[in-house]
């Protein structure tokens, strides 16, 4: 199923869905004037449901409002943060609140950080993800937790969607700028967005290949990053040579 073309940025809509498994973009872009935006989705397989990425404390109220036209809150089995940063998991107390069953996955090395969300009884409340990726076990196949590590996060994680054959990609991808679509249309445009934040928050070329290496094989319909805009399958290929020749981070520190 190709990724819809036309989305409003500010309002949610189904990516992809079967008799089975929903993909839904929660319309986070824009939500909150002065932040950084965040692109939040929400994954439904088998009646169970995965909320990648719910963003900061100011993203809840709606989000909670459009979970719940797909879904209820009591078929929430994760909530998933590909890092650390409170823009991703600022609203982990809340979201604990009205999906106490929910289990937060988050990379190992951050799990040691939940209790100062208010996150008592870690083994009860957290799937730490191993730093060498793991399934996620919503739904009857799962998706799969890649390691991102150092982009930017030394802990960080994208997750695939064997179904959909999205890849939910967290900081990678992320586009910051003044513009106004949410779908990649036009790519020359689009990497003026690109470079500076890759530039800035990526450790080196050496960690991105490292990425690469791992998902460029797979089958892909769209990158959906944590910031910016969806990139659909006909851009995929230009992307990772984008990122293959970034220099980046500790590549640019002369000595």
Same mark, same amino acid.
């Given at each position: 199923m190709?990724?819809?073309?036309k989305?409003?940025p500010?309002?949610?809509?189904?990516?992809?869905s079967?008799?089975r498994?929903?993909v839904?973009?929660?319309g986070t872009?824009g939500a909150?004037?002065?932040?950084?935006?965040?692109?939040?989705?929400?994954?439904?397989?088998?009646?169970?449901?995965?909320i990648v990425d719910p963003?900061?404390?100011h993203?809840f109220p709606?989000?909670?409002q459009?979970v719940?036209k797909?879904?209820?809150?009591?078929?929430?089995? $994760?909530?998933? /943060?590909c890092?650390?940063?409170?823009?991703?998991?600022?609203?982990?107390?809340?979201?604990?609140?009205?999906?106490?069953q929910?289990?937060?996955?988050i990379?190992?090395?951050?799990?040691? /950080?939940?209790?100062h969300?208010?996150v008592?009884?870690?083994e009860?409340n957290? $799937?730490?993800? !191993?730093?060498?990726g793991a399934?996620? !076990?919503?739904?009857?196949?799962?998706? +799969?937790?890649i !390691?991102? %590590?150092?982009l %930017?996060?030394p802990n960080h /994680? #994208?997750?695939?969607d064997?179904?959909?054959?999205?890849? /939910?990609?967290?900081?990678?991808?992320i586009?910051l700028?003044?513009f106004?679509?949410?779908?990649?249309?036009?790519?020359? +445009? %689009?990497?003026?967005?690109?470079?500076?934040?890759?530039?800035?928050?990526?450790?080196?070329n +050496?960690?991105?290949?490292?990425?690469?290496k791992?998902?460029? +094989?797979?089958?892909?319909?769209?990158?959906? !990053?944590?910031?910016?805009a969806l990139?659909?399958?006909?851009?995929?290929k230009?992307f990772?040579? $984008?990122?293959?020749?970034?220099?980046?981070? #500790?590549d640019l520190i002369?000595?």
């Amino acid at each position: 199923m190709a990724l819809p073309k036309k989305l409003k940025p500010n309002a949610d809509a189904v990516l992809y869905s079967d008799s089975r498994h929903t993909v839904v973009y929660l319309g986070t872009k824009g939500a909150q004037e002065g932040s950084v935006d965040v692109l939040s989705y929400l994954v439904i397989s088998d009646g169970e449901g995965l909320i990648v990425d719910p963003g900061g404390y100011h993203l809840f109220p709606q989000l909670v409002q459009k979970v719940c036209k797909y879904t209820s809150l009591e078929s929430i089995k $994760f909530l998933y /943060f590909c890092h650390q940063d409170p823009d991703v998991c600022g609203s982990i107390p809340m979201w604990k609140e009205v999906c106490p069953q929910a289990k937060i996955a988050i990379g190992e090395l951050w799990v040691r /950080f939940l209790p100062h969300f208010g996150v008592e009884d870690i083994e009860k409340n957290a $799937f730490p993800i !191993p730093s060498e990726g793991a399934t996620i !076990p919503v739904g009857k196949i799962g998706v +799969k937790a890649i !390691p991102a %590590h150092y982009l %930017h996060s030394p802990n960080h /994680f #994208t997750l695939y969607d064997p179904i959909s054959r999205f890849l /939910f990609s967290g900081d990678i991808g992320i586009a910051l700028g003044n513009f106004n679509y949410l779908v990649v249309e036009d790519w020359i +445009k %689009h990497m003026e967005f690109l470079y500076g934040p890759h530039k800035l928050l990526m450790a080196n070329n +050496k960690a991105v290949r490292a990425w690469l290496k791992r998902v460029e +094989k797979l089958e892909l319909e769209a990158i959906l !990053p944590q910031h910016g805009a969806l990139i659909p399958k006909e851009h995929v290929k230009n992307f990772f040579k $984008f990122l293959e020749n970034l220099k980046c981070g #500790t590549d640019l520190i002369s000595l």
